[in-house]
């Protein structure tokens, strides 16, 4: 695989990446430890990632445990959560906070599902991107006469079917979620 196919594929495999994690983000029908990777708790002064600070757990479909290693600082990781995009109101009991989640109205699933479908798109605007400088870099060098006319189409269409490639795997990552998010 030469170097500039090999460049566009890591970078539509980082696009993907991201969309992934953007995914897990998104709270569907149950509670996934995953939610809480964002939050940042103010740890002496340092920002610092919740799960590097407690243990997460999902004991049932809709609760989250949240029991962290120094109880001192449970408060501030209560507040870190309450401060969050979750909307959830974590239950303290001195030693861990619990956090349940409520089933999701079918109104919010469909808003879930419009928030899946538009981050699904920016990724593949961006994987569109990473083609569309993929082929200008080719056209590039056939203008510069390092490549044929055939030898550039050649690589358009490997570029072609790269981008189609991930674009599928776009859709198979945004339907499981989809389907994810409806299950009731």
């Given at each position: ?21 953007e995914l897990a983000a998104i709270r ?157």
């Amino acid at each position: 695989m030469s170097d500039y196919l090999k460049a566009s594929e890591e970078k539509m495999q980082k696009s993907l990446s991201v969309l992934k994690n953007e995914l897990a983000a998104i709270r569907a029908g149950r509670a996934n430890p995953a939610l809480l990777d964002r939050i940042m708790v103010d740890y002496y002064g340092t920002p610092t990632p919740l799960n590097r600070l407690a243990t997460i757990t999902a004991p049932e479909p809709r609760v989250l445990v949240v029991q962290p290693w120094d109880v001192s600082k449970i408060s501030d990781i209560e507040k870190a959560i309450q401060k969050s995009d979750l909307g959830i109101n974590p239950v303290s009991d001195g030693k861990v906070l619990r956090l349940v989640f409520p089933e999701l109205t079918e109104e919010r699933r469909k808003e879930l599902v419009k928030l899946v479908h538009k981050k699904a798109e920016e990724a593949k605007v961006a994987v569109r991107q990473i083609r569309r400088d993929a082929n200008d870099a080719v056209k590039k060098m056939e203008k510069n006469g390092e490549i044929s006319e055939d030898e550039r189409k050649k690589r358009e269409e490997e570029i072609q079917k790269l981008t189609d490639k991930y674009i599928k795997e776009i859709d198979k990552v945004v339907e499981a979620k989809e389907k994810e998010i409806m299950e009731i």
